[in-house]
């Protein structure tokens, strides 16, 4: 039976449908700290940018952390056969490993699997996927990532909005260095 048949627990905890916000977030595989390098990060921004670009997605929230990436967003039209998300995936993976094969890091053998598809697995399987009803659960769901890089055992900036790789400023004063987003109050 098609998926979208099932119930809510039947459900896995990536399932989402198009044209609806999710606080989505997906964890470097092994919790690495594979993000922790800002050229990384920019794999990931890169990314969303392109799906942006192509009308394939909406972004209203993100926080891009050392081992794992929270975002409210929308996923608006397939990518050919795909989910955005999944085009997202494999795009991000792929140039990590690229980087990782280049620079020559001895940490790439933590990601390697014996796949028919795939060498290696960077990303955690099944990423969690809330979907937002409102307008008071998209502000408390960003006020949790915004506040993410400030947590004790990171202690990656004194202020939310000091955080680059962060949607934070935007909401409070309406930086968009990397041009990705759109106000949730647009849509709810």
């Known amino acids: 039976m098609p998926e979208k048949y099932f119930s809510d627990k039947e459900h896995r905890n990536s399932y989402t449908e198009l044209n609806e916000v999710y606080f989505w977030t997906i964890t470097i595989r092994g919790w690495h700290h594979l993000l922790k390098d800002d050229k990384n990060k920019m794999i990931v921004i890169d990314s969303l940018q392109w799906l942006l ?7 209203y929230g993100y926080v891009i952390m050392p081992n794992h990436i929270h975002l409210i967003w929308s ?41 028919s ?34 947590q004790e055992h990171w202690a990656l900036c004194l202020k939310p909005e000091d ?25 709810f």
Not at 85 to 114: C, G, H, W
Not at 163 to 187: I, K, T
């Open 53 to 59: 670009h192509q009308q394939l997605i909406r972004i």
């Open 117 to 150: 598809d795939r060498s290696h697995n960077i990303w955690q399987r099944d990423p969690l996927a809330i979907r937002i009803f409102s307008r008071e659960m998209a502000a408390q769901k960003l006020i949790y990532i915004h506040n993410n890089p400030l």
């Open 163 to 187: 955080y680059r790789f962060s949607s934070a400023a935007f909401y409070d004063h309406g930086f968009d260095e990397f041009n990705l987003l759109s106000h949730y109050m647009d849509v």
């Open 75 to 115: 996923q608006l039209k397939m990518n050919g056969k795909e989910f955005p998300k999944n085009s997202f995936e494999k795009f991000t993976a792929k140039r990590l490993v690229k980087n990782m094969l280049l620079m020559k890091i001895p940490a790439l053998q933590d990601y390697t699997v014996l796949a």
